[in-house]
């Protein structure tokens, strides 16, 4: 394999430190999958789909299944931490394509901890305070918390990742729990399964369930952030295959079968206006467990979605950093932590922004279209990339899935899916943002002479 030659004398970061096992690797993608999306966003998906809840979360887990693939034959060429910007870069040679690509990844992880922040202190946390809190400024608060257990090192990072990816297991198992008991003692409405939203002609069937899939798609985001700690895990190669299948395989079926238990215990429309829809599943499942200790399980998932996106965004501008789309600063470590600090402030403070200007359900849809439309590329890199052969061995996935999945990412990604204006708005925004500073960094690279 080529390897990148640092010019003579050049200032060289210590490495990143090798401390994530299989294990580890597999808690970290099921803890990275779960969280925001099935804690909080289960409710505006039914307000999309209505009764029929669990088909978006079925169609989403197919079209997990497909970029996954592609993701694990990936990573295995080329175990470093810039993930689809390393991808994209090798594939087409286009730096100003990479760094857009590599700049939506940032930017769909910071749109996912934003929303993970704003679910934190939504209808959960009210269970506790009453409301009686200003929501923004938990946030805020939350987004600056978590930047400080990111700079402590990855170490305690993912063990407190392992730590909350039971706890947000344990929340779900209660709500499966519950939806068991209710079957068995006849309890629920099994006739909302098959009911839908739209009403009419098959065309507005048609995009009411791909709406519902996009933002249910939000859901299972996550898989992709694990190639971004690539150089942080042992022996990638052989860890990653199994790690990101297990993860989405875990992950898909509990999430259609909570969406199963949620539909047939509350109405859709009561889903929809909660920012805590899981919280309504336990109010209703006619068994007694205490409303609060489920909000304390809720709170402590969307913490973890939260710090493995913020964790995720920080090494991926590390990674751009030591392949030069991004200025050198960003790929600054602490020394004796061996973190990229640089990294983990500018993060940090685009997910402020963020938290500031944005819901709950806007940004976890802004986060699925550009995860989406990033899906598309990476799927189009792996056919591109099989004409560079690497010396190890490594997982191929075969050529009928990456074709699908580029396919299936596109038209989530497209007006098809029925999504609100705003989305693209904000979407549109940071692209603008990402583009500026690709423009600021060529100019600084000129010179300097490194261009």
């Known amino acids: 394999m080529t390897t990148t030659q640092q010019p003579t004398g050049a200032h060289e970061e210590p490495a990143l430190k090798r401390v994530i096992g299989p294990k580890l690797l597999i808690l970290f993608v099921i803890g990275d999958i779960l969280g925001t999306g099935i804690y909080a966003t289960t409710g505006k998906v039914a307000g999309k789909v209505g009764g029929a809840l669990w088909l978006p979360f079925a169609i989403g887990f197919v079209v997990a299944v497909l970029t996954a693939a592609s993701y694990v034959e990936l990573v295995g060429k080329y175990p470093k931490a810039a993930g689809a910007a390393l991808y994209t870069q090798k594939a087409f040679k286009v730096p100003f394509l990479t760094f857009i690509v590599a700049f939506m990844v940032v930017c769909s992880g910071l749109s996912s901890a934003s929303a993970a922040a704003r679910a934190f202190s939504g209808d959960y946390l009210a269970e506790f305070t009453g409301g009686a809190v200003p929501p923004t400024l938990v946030a805020i608060l939350f987004v600056l918390a978590l930047a400080a257990l990111s700079l402590r090192g990855v170490s305690e990072s993912v063990k407190t ?5 039971l706890v947000e297991l344990t929340g779900l198992a209660i709500i499966l729990t519950i939806g068991a008991w209710a079957v068995l003692t006849g309890g629920g409405e099994p006739s909302r399964l098959g009911e839908f939203q739209a009403t009419g002609t098959g065309y507005a069937l048609l995009t009411s369930v791909l709406g519902a899939t996009a933002l249910g798609f939000f859901a299972f985001v996550g898989f992709e952030d694990s190639v971004n700690m690539a150089e942080e895990t042992r022996n990638p190669v052989r860890t990653f295959p199994r790690a990101i299948f297990t993860g989405v395989a875990v992950t898909g079926t509990v999430y259609v079968l909570v969406a199963l238990v949620s539909s047939l215990l509350v109405d859709h429309r009561t889903l929809e206006k ?4 899981l919280l309504e599943v336990v109010r209703a499942g006619g068994v007694d467990f205490p409303p609060k200790a489920f909000a304390l ?7 973890n979605s939260a710090l493995i996106n913020i964790m995720m965004a920080s090494r991926l501008c590390y990674g751009m950093a030591n392949e030069r789309i991004l200025p050198r600063a960003m790929g600054r470590v602490l020394p004796r932590r061996r973190t990229p600090v640089v990294g983990i402030v500018f993060v940090s403070l685009l997910a402020v922004g963020l938290v500031s200007t944005g819901e709950i359900e806007g940004l976890g849809d802004t986060t699925a279209f550009l995860l989406l439309c990033v899906f598309a590329v990476v799927n189009i890199a792996v056919l591109v990339l099989r004409r560079d052969p690497v010396e190890h061995e490594h997982f191929r996935t075969p050529t009928a899935l990456p074709v699908l999945g580029a396919l299936t990412s ?14 693209y708005i904000r979407a549109g925004v940071l692209v603008a943002i990402g583009v500026g500073l690709w423009a600021l960094n060529r100019v600084v690279m000129r010179a300097r002479g490194e261009a």
Request: no cysteine; charged share 15%.
């Open 410 to 423: 596109l038209l989530l990604a497209s007006p098809f899916a029925d999504r609100d204006a705003d989305v």
């Open 297 to 303: 399980i809720a709170l402590f998932a969307v913490t």
């Open 274 to 277: 909660s920012s805590g829809p």
């Open 161 to 165: 990742n392992v730590v909350l990816t």
